[in-house]
């Protein structure tokens, strides 16, 4: 008890520089208060003393603002930072060295009876505001990126991201090619922007769009390259802009569909 009292407070300090000193920690970190006495409420609830497991993980909710179903089965080593408006569900199993931030939800899809809530194994990360539903299996190490929505199972070593969660494989390498300065103006004038995400970490919807950018701007060096071969062969070709066309111009369209 007391060894696995040792490594959920161990846990705290490797996982957050905020913390000082075991007093502390002990004293002044709900995820911790949680965590032990779901602890206490999960034996209980284990021993067929569902009530008083029920009404100690209730207690615990108003004092920390975290909401565990005793029914749950939480590994070693599990950290819960900030903590405030966590929930998770009576069927829901996470494994070792497990690390869940504020606003994560572990719940269901369902009002069936057995396993609706999910699984985390190994090692994973869930970040701020993130919601885990249904009875699948998060991969070892894994990660899930803040206020993603999650509803299939997640290979080990990926990342998680968007809404609804889109699956990033980070053990795939990602090649890196040197930046167009007309590519890169295209996307400014475009207004495209892959929100923040490095290339270490690509999202596919972002490098579809990517993928149409480069194929118009192949479009566009071609369209000049006949332009010159068509002035070349006709000096009184006149390499003029596009015209604009307004709404009147469109009218053949407009009856097409």
């Not at 929930?87 to 369902?110: H, M, R």
């Not at 993603?148 to 889109?166: C, D, F, S, Y």
């Not at 769009?209 to 479009?219: F, G, P």
Request: aromatic share 8%; hydrophobic share 40%.
């Amino acid at each position: 008890m007391f060894e696995g009292l040792k490594g959920d407070i161990q846990s705290v300090f490797d996982r957050d520089p905020a913390a000082r000193n075991t007093f502390e920690v002990l004293t002044n970190y709900p995820g911790l208060h949680a965590l032990l006495l779901h602890r206490l409420a999960h034996k209980l609830w284990g021993r067929g003393f569902f009530w008083l497991g029920r009404s100690l993980s209730t207690f615990s909710r108003w004092l920390t603002g975290i909401e565990i179903h005793p029914g749950a089965q939480i590994g070693q080593r599990f950290f819960i930072d900030h903590g405030m408006g966590v929930v998770i569900g009576e069927t829901a199993i996470i494994g070792n060295d497990v690390t869940l931030y504020q606003g994560v939800t572990l719940g269901g899809t369902s009002w069936d009876k057995g396993k609706r809530h999910p699984t985390l194994k190994d090692g994973v990360v869930v970040g701020a505001g993130a919601k885990v539903l249904g009875p699948f299996e998060v991969g070892e190490n894994a990660k899930v990126g803040s206020n993603a929505v999650v509803t299939k199972a997640v290979p080990a070593e990926a990342t998680v991201v968007g809404i609804p969660g889109r699956i990033i494989l980070k053990s795939v390498p990602v090649e890196r090619q040197p930046v167009d300065p007309k590519h890169q103006k295209m996307q400014e004038n475009l207004g495209f922007d892959a929100y923040g995400l490095s290339d270490e970490m690509p999202d596919p919807v972002a490098r579809s769009i990517r993928s149409m950018l480069d194929h118009m701007h192949l479009v566009d060096e071609r369209m000049n390259t006949m332009c010159k071969a068509l002035k070349s062969l006709d000096k009184s070709y006149k390499n003029d802009a596009v015209p604009f066309i307004d709404e009147e111009g469109m009218d053949c369209f407009k009856e097409a569909k």
